[in-house]
């Protein structure tokens, strides 16, 4: 039993121990747990201080990355300053004639691009724009040289026209052909500038060569023997004074004579003009050779290389008696002595023996074949021999463009210095240009000898006077002696009312409602007073607006009747009688006294023919409409022909015709200018 208690008692105890130990464990494990959820909030807190700083690390870093925006001020400006030089750029070369459209187009594109290059520039965000400004750099400096050479502020030693004053033709000529421009020459004549050096030039030095095609320059030929100056008196002069006046002065036409005198020996006693005159102006001036001549011989001196002048001096002042000769000398100076009949140091007597004395033509001038020469070789060749050349020029389609068609001299003739050379030059096939106008068209076609032909039509959409087309297209090939037809509008077409009937507001009032202009002629007429009873261009024509139409306005029958009693009595008084002595006569077999009918005979009427200025229209065939219009009883023939001195649709023989007195028999002749 005592057993049995004690085992129960153990097992009690046992499971009183085990029942306490339990909640320890527990607590164990609840402070484990509570120990593992600390460590985990701690884990968390640290990794969300990590996480904190990484982030916080993280934005440092970014804001660290991202630069700070700098204020470029300097290259601003200097974007700005390069834009606004390049809007002058292309304005100055807008408003320069010289430019092609091509030229003015890639302006505008490169203007274009400056302006977004700057916007671009402007708005991108850097740190350095030391790119940007080196380009735009680049950029200015293109704008700046060629505006330089635009304006010529400094001369830059590339593509510009050189400065040719006073330098030789030659130069000009070899420059031109390097450069490929054309070289057109005038000859003015000049006291300061040597023969065949340029006087003045019509493209400035400076400009770029890119705006040149072509340069004209004025050639010297010399002084102008017909340049007036100022003549003294020279009454009182020594020879020697006069001989050097004469010589300074460029002096062609001076006469002398010597006579007896009591004045000086060798002084002016008498001059026939002073003042102003010109060079080719006669000169007569007499010298004294003294109370007496005091020598009956000469010892003759040597003439060469004196001027004719000079020599006729020398012979006059000596009583001599003489004659002038020319020749060809290679050596001596054309105008100047070359050789004389009596050498020089030979004794002659005074109004003895005549002496000829030759003067020199200058060199033999031998002419080369031109067509196989080039303009340049043309040009030394014309200088080295002294001769002047004249250019023009005309299309051939079977000659090259700058080759010689044809020459004023033929191939090995012989001129002298001086000569002028004509020369007309191939300016290649020809193709049809494009015309900004009529004008245009004539003054091309007159000065390179086109034929042409015009033709008139009515258009509604090409304005009167204007070209509707040609019979080549632009740019099409034209052979030569072809003809070039030119179709030119009348204007819009109007019809002609019938106004035939009407009375004259009413006739007015039509006429004006289509745009046609009126004039008035009054005749007598059984219709009534104020009615029109004739029109002088028909109803249904076409013509163009602005045509005057002539309207016959009746009377009245009262004077009608008056005229047509007038007109009978007239026709009775000047109707043949029959034989006053009842014999025959050429009437026939009618009764024997009455006379044959004579047919009646075309009434031919006389007026004062004026052209009015409101006949006058800038489409020819409108001024010819016009003053047929004005008189219509009148034969007018229209010709129309070009005269660039005049401007279209006036007549060129209008002098003749106005306030001159016609008959209506006659053609009167109208040359009315259509060009």
Known sequence: MATKKTTKSTSKNTSKKTTTSKPKKEVKEVKKENELANDFVEEKKKNKVKEEKIETKEIKEEVK???????????????????????????????????????LVGDLLLTLFTVLFVTISISYHRKSKLTIFVGGLLLLCYFLFNLNNQVNLVSTPVSTVEDFQNKSLTEVIKWASKNNITVNQEYEFSDMIPEYNVISQDIKSGTNLNKVKEITVSVSEGPNPDKEIMVPSMVSWDDKRVIEFVKDNYLNNVTVDFIAS????????????????????ELHLVFSFGEELGFSEVKLIDFTNKSKFEVEFYMKQHQLLYEFNDDFSKKIKRGFAMKQSIAAGEVVEVNGKVISVTISKGPKVKVPDFKKMSLEEITEWAIKNKVKLSFTDQYDESIKENKVISSNFEKDSIIEQGTVVKIVLSRGALTMPKFKSLLEFYEWANKYNIDYEEKHEFSSTVKAGEIIKFSYKTGASIKNNDTIIVTISDGDAETVPNVVGLSKSEAIKKLEKVGLNYSFVYEASSRSKNKVINQSISAGSEISKGTTITLTISTGEENYVEERKASNNNSSNTRPSGNSGGGNNNSGNNGGGSSTPTPPQPSCITDTIWIDQSFISNVPSTTCANVRSAYPKFKFSCNYVPNSGLANGLISNAASIDGSTRSSCETIVLNIVSN
């Open 65 to 103: 990355e991202k630069p700070k925006v700098k204020n470029h001020y300097f290259v601003h400006f200097f974007l700005v300053f390069l834009l606004l030089v390049s809007l002058g750029y292309f304005a100055i070369n807008v408003l320069d004639s010289n430019n092609s459209v091509n030229d």
């Open 262 to 281: 009591d004045k000086a020996k060798d002084t002016v006693i008498e001059q026939n003009t002073s003042g102003n005159l010109k060079r080719s102006d």
